[in-house]
């Protein structure tokens, strides 16, 4: 008698809007991140693979919360929860994969900056 109707659980649309801004702000960073890195002077190789398949996959994920929130029925509470929680993994996933490019490029740098015959 006390429990609630699943239809009536819903998201305030103040908060839905926060939500909605937060996505696309980080979303618009990780964007622009692999933009930036697509640019650097350093060669791609086969293994920034690596790092460029988990920052495809989290923006992916990001891009599909963002569309999840958008719709109108996002106010429902376990719809807005389920589209926070594919934006949290996409987030995870994108920030293994800076944290992976950063790693990849600054051990090319350092290896290409090594003098030669140092060991």
Request: hydrophobic content about 55%; glycine content about 6%; overall charge neutral.
């Amino acid at each position: 008698m006390d429990k609630q109707d699943p239809k009536e659980d819903r998201v305030e649309p103040v908060f839905r809007n926060g939500t909605v801004t937060i996505v696309g702000i980080l979303l618009a960073f990780s964007l622009g991140f692999i933009t930036h890195w697509a640019a650097n002077p350093i060669p791609w190789q086969t293994y920034h693979l690596v790092a460029v398949v988990p920052i495809l996959v989290g923006i992916a994920s990001q891009m599909r919360a963002l569309a999840i929130l958008l719709d109108i029925k996002s106010l429902q509470r376990t719809i807005h929860d389920r589209a926070s929680r594919i934006f949290i993994a996409g987030l995870i996933f994108t920030a293994c994969g800076v944290g992976l490019a950063i790693l990849l490029d600054f051990f090319d740098i350092a290896a290409k900056s090594a003098l030669p015959g140092a060991s």
